[in-house]
Structure formats: structure tokens, C-alpha cells
């Protein structure tokens, strides 16, 4: 068998074949008398129906059934020969169609797990980011996060055209085209939103920004969406004193109480923080100075369990519903993120290795920062 190997990258394996029509034949053959094994043609028992009348009324199955197990032959030998190991399934292309009485040309891509060097992980110069200290400021921001978290809202009765900034109750209906029908539930959706935070449809902002101005009542149409406020509302913050202190927990007397708590939480948040900026720092580091590439089938596989992951903490029917609408959003944001943990993941293997230590799936985490608190212990911080 005659197969052109290139190698498009470090983790991309291209195959390219000509098939002599000979072997082409012989597949045509075969998949004509597996198509007749199955199919009925009248007058005949199955199995028994002539060769032509099976390839009159079943031509593309059984061109179908040949291409496939062509395909699956020779690719297969080829990655054997070659010892590939491949990571997915082979990404086929050919130019023309599988005929009778003609050569076949086709090339088949792989991906392969890279091959990871190691240049330098030990004696790395990591800079860490600095983080304020906790002070009243920051005790103040937190404290009015609750009072928003802690907010009712009533109706703005003397209003009716919305401002930016403001609350407000509206209904959605987004159209789709005839090939996108079954990624969207097209029922009115509603929805209670500030304006301004950005959190509805966020790669598209204009469907928000259309909100601001809108008359209650009045349906507002942007492209395929179209919304209808409902009502306006505005936010009641609670005072800040001792009874809302004490509306947050039994634990709390007073407001100082409230604020000592606070602190307390603040200074280990911070704490977490910046063992974090550690690990990131000595993962950065790492990358920076042991490039590798990782396949893009991975990083797929990789940002679609991270998305879904964004939404676990959402009902199931709201997570569904996000899921349709911002699905693909949101895997492709984790892209980024899902090449950058996979790189980690090979680098650290690597450096577990030269230490003579092999990966814990069973305790993942532990494993992975025990590599990187070593690289941390021997590494040059400022």
C-alpha cells in the first residue's frame, strides 16, 4: 500500500493515498454483496438478487458501504505502519467520489499527543502579583454587596419609558432560520435583568442596550430578537445598622459584629487568593519556558466540560435553557483556558516523571500541585 505521511504539525499527522482502481473494484464488489445480504428485491431471495439489480436500486448504499470500509482499511493499516497513535477520529477528505473503474485519492488527518521537552522547570524566575491588603475600603465594598443581595424591589409607578441603570421585568422571543429551529425554544422567555450589567446575551450587547429607552408595553425588535418590558422597578437597599446585622445571621449583635466577620473572611479569601496567584504564576512560568502544543480536539473536549461545568450551579431547566442560548459562547471563551490547563497537565507529567512519580487520577488535584509546589520551592520568586 503506498501512503504519503507529512507532518502538518506537532500533534497533526496527514495520510494521503491513491488507491488503484483494481482494489477499488474489489471494494465496490464486496459492499454490493453486503447491501444484498440485506435488502429485498423482489423476486429474489436475500443474498440472491443479481449483482446489477442490486447496484440499479441500491447504487449510493453501496457506494457508501465501499467508501467507508476503504477508508477504514487503509487508514488504519497506514497508522499501523507508521505507529501513529491517534487521539480522534481521522478528519477525511477526497476530491472526487469513489467510482467504478478509477483510482481513488484521499487524505486522512490525525492528532497525536505531542511530545513534550523539557527545556527548563527548575531555577524559574516566577513574578507574583501583589494584592492590596484588606482595609476599610475594601470591608465597605463588601458590605454593600450584601445590602444588594439583601435588596427588594417595587414597581416605578410615575415612569414608563426605561432608563440605564434601571430594573426591569421584560419578556424575549428570539426567531431563528429553518436550520436553526431546533437549538432554541421559541416560547416567550422572561427575564429580570439590571441594565447595564451586561448579563443578557453577552456577545450580543445591543439586544441589552436596546432595553434602555423602550416604552413599558411597547415590544422593542432587534435582528431576530424581540423583547417587551413589563415593568420597572427600582432597588431598596436595606439600612446599614445593627437590625441588619442581625436579619443576616443570629450570630450577629451588632453592625461591628457584622463588619468583624467581614474581615475575618476578607483576610482568608485573600489568604486563597494569593495561593492561587502562586500556582498560576509557576504554571505560567512553566509554559513560557517549556512551549508544547496540545490538539485542538482536546482543547474542544476540554472547553465544552469547563461551560458545562459554569452552569451546574444553575436548575437544570434554567441550565438547559442557557445551555441553548449561550452554549457556544461559552465554550468558545474556554478555549483559551482549556489549552492552557492541558499544557500544565503535560508539563507537570513530565517534570512527575523525572521525580520518578507517576499520575494519581484518584487524588488529580493533590497530585497536580504537589509538581507545582516543587517548582515553586526551587524557583527564583520576586
Known sequence: MHCKLEEVS????????????????????????????????????????????????????????????LVADFVSEALRQNS???ISKPKVNAEKPLVVNEDFAFTAEVEIMPEVVLNKWEDLEIVLPVRSEIDDLAIAEELERLRTRAATFEAIEERQVVEAGDYVD??????????????????????FIQLGTKLFYPEKPEYEQALIGA??????????MKMTVEIIKRCLKPELDDEFAKDLSEEFETLDDLKADVREKLIENRATQLANDRQESAIHALIEQNPVEVPESLVLEQAQHMAANNLARFPKEMALQMWKMYGASLIESAKPHAARLLKANLIIDEIAKTQGLERDEKNANEYFEKIVNLVLERARLS
Open 215 to 224: 416604552t413599558v408595553g411597547q415590544p422593542v425588535e432587534v435582528g431576530a
Open 84 to 86: 501513529i497513535r491517534p
Open 170 to 191: 421584560f419578556v424575549f422571543e428570539e426567531k431563528c432560520e429553518d436550520h436553526d429551529h431546533s437549538d432554541h425554544d421559541h416560547k416567550p422567555q422572561k427575564r
Open 10 to 69: 506537532t500533534v497533526v499527522r496527514k495520510l494521503s493515498f491513491v488507491v488503484p482502481q483494481e482494489r477499488v473494484n474489489t471494494y465496490f464488489d464486496r459492499a454490493s454483496q453486503r447491501v444484498n445480504q440485506k435488502v429485498r428485491v423482489k423476486g429474489y431471495r436475500p443474498g440472491k438478487a443479481p449483482k446489477a439489480l442490486v447496484e440499479r436500486f441500491y447504487g449510493s448504499e453501496v457506494q457508501q458501504s465501499a467508501v467507508e470500509k
